[in-house]
Nanobody, 121 residues
Framework: QVQLVESGGGLVQPGGSLRLSCAAS????????MGWYRQAPGKERELLAA???????NYADSVKARFTISTDNAKNTVYLQMNSLKPEDTAVYYC???????????????WGKGTLVTVSS
């Protein structure tokens, strides 16, 4: 079994910063790519940032230049540094990692349960 656990969410004032973490544990042979998504009330889940195993990154226009995705491959962990936060960034943030388990020939997407980020004064 593979589990993803997010942490780092909370309440922050507009203009502030937060750093989210997502650690994968369990039977992991290889991680292909990692990403961060968010879902605000009444809205669909959206991709914010993604990083491949080669280190290539891409960002949604709404967070480009404010958010940075990074990884610690030794810890199977992906981070999202969020700066200049705005009230419209309020949402539940989810991580996804595409993982191949030992003995398997294919990758599967695993999701964390989410962490709430609230940007408010």
């Amino acid at each position: 079994q593979v589990q993803l656990v997010e942490s780092g969410g909370g309440l922050v004032q507009p203009g502030g910063s937060l750093r989210l973490s997502c650690a994968a544990s369990g039977r992991i042979a290889r991680i292909n790519d990692m990403g961060w998504y968010r879902q605000a009330p009444g809205k669909e889940r959206e991709l914010l940032a993604a990083i491949t195993s080669d280190g290539y990154t891409n960002y949604a226009d709404s967070v480009k230049a404010r958010f940075t995705i990074s990884t610690d491959n030794a810890k199977n962990t992906v981070y999202l540094q969020m700066n200049s936060l705005k009230p419209e960034d309020t949402a539940v943030y989810y991580c996804k990692q595409t993982i191949r388990t030992p003995g398997s020939s294919y990758f599967m997407a695993y999701w964390g349960k989410g962490t709430l980020v609230t940007v408010s004064s």
